[in-house]
């Protein structure tokens, strides 16, 4: 998983190399090798905030799944203690003009696509499905989320979706493909 850091050339992803953990670095396109490792617990990165200082993660996860839960935290982008937000949560993105947040949770046995506020109160439910939902991203003008829907949590085979902020508009922007 890897993120461009805001107001910057800089990369931040995450990697595990010759059998060591999953670990966190931050590299320069063209700076070949010179990638540095920041001291962090595991974490998958979903977002930056608006002016690059923390990163949105998922901690407890290193790899990107279609199942990923964990405690939803802003960590300092230069390494640090993670500021936990929400426990129990998935693919997650950040709405920085609305400062809102799109979150996947569990809900008995559906999975949702909530919108909460930025102290991470439901706001609304965009989306629900029994199957799985992944990679959530948030337009650029806040007005849409797309993410890819799973019908079935067993299986990676998925779809596109768009899905308004608003909750009025709901509808699938490609082909079921078998692998997403």
């Avoid at 982008?77 to 003009?97: C, M, N, V």
């Avoid at 102290?119 to 989306?127: D, E, H, I, W």
Wanted: hydrophobic residues 40%; charged residues 25%.
């Amino acid at each position: 998983r890897a993120l461009f850091v805001p107001k910057s050339n800089s990369i931040l992803y995450t990697a595990a190399w010759e059998g060591q953990p999953v670990r966190s670095f931050l590299t320069l396109p063209e700076s070949k090798g010179a990638d540095r490792s920041l001291d962090a617990e595991t974490q998958l990165p979903m977002a930056y905030s608006d002016d690059g200082s923390e990163v949105l993660v998922l901690l407890g996860r290193s790899r990107p799944a279609i199942n990923a839960f964990g405690t939803l935290a802003w960590w300092p982008a230069l390494g640090g203690k993670p500021r936990p937000i929400l426990e129990h949560a998935g693919w997650s993105d950040w709405a920085p003009k609305t400062r809102a947040l799109l979150v996947v949770r569990e809900d008995g046995s559906e999975r949702t696509l909530d919108l909460l506020d930025a102290k991470a109160v439901k706001q609304r439910t965009l989306f629900r499905t029994g199957g799985a939902i992944s990679y959530v991203r948030v337009s650029p003008d806040e007005r849409h989320v797309a993410f890819i829907h799973h019908p079935s949590r067993s299986d990676d085979a998925g779809e596109v979706q768009v899905v308004s902020l608003d909750g009025s508009v709901s509808r699938s922007v490609s082909p079921r493909f078998e692998r997403c």
